[in-house]
């Protein structure tokens, strides 16, 4: 088993559902990290591509003069995900409750995540449903920094460091068979850890784990 009961636990242990039922229309990293997301996305998402944009919110963090074939959203508050104007098509899904997608086998070319991967308490399911719908080839890119909403974060996350929560989401890709290329971008800020959790000093820490579901061997 990858994660213990203990680890899974949140602080708030209520629905999620009830958690993000009011829209919150802010962001939650820096311009400095947004734009690093931005360029990352630039660089590793190609024109045309169909793009899933997993826990997602009011905005993707896509680059807008970039056209893609299709941009499908997912998050737990609706008016949030109707404000998002890069998403062509979303639907709500609480992913603790139910971790089953309903999207259809290989239909994506890029599953990207933006701070919101501390929140997942079953990754065992939600990591193999993101390889079920990638197409061979395709690449997932999750995104965070050490800004998340405490009481709504599992344990493992809360207690541990920065570099142990980049080893925790290698870890949620080594898990599922056929992921590999995996990689990190990791940036560090130079700010005071309080006054980065605090969203005072500026310069959040980027981090990103990418990972390629492989070609299957002929």
Known sequence: MLLETAQRNKLDASNDS?????????????EGFIAQLTKLYRDRIPPDSRVFDMMSSWVSHLPSDVNYAHVEGHGLNAEELARNR????YFVQNLNEDQTLPLEDCSFDAVINTVSVQYIQYPEQIFAEIYRVLKPGGIAIFSFSNRMFYQKAIALWRDGSEASRVELVKRYFDTVPGFGN????INKSEAPAVLQMMGLGGGDPFYAVIAEKMQPLL
């Open 18 to 30: 009830l958690f993000y039922a009011q829209p919150r229309f802010v962001t939650h990293v820096d």
């Open 182 to 185: 995996i990689e990190t971008v």
């Open 86 to 89: 890069q998403l062509d098509h």
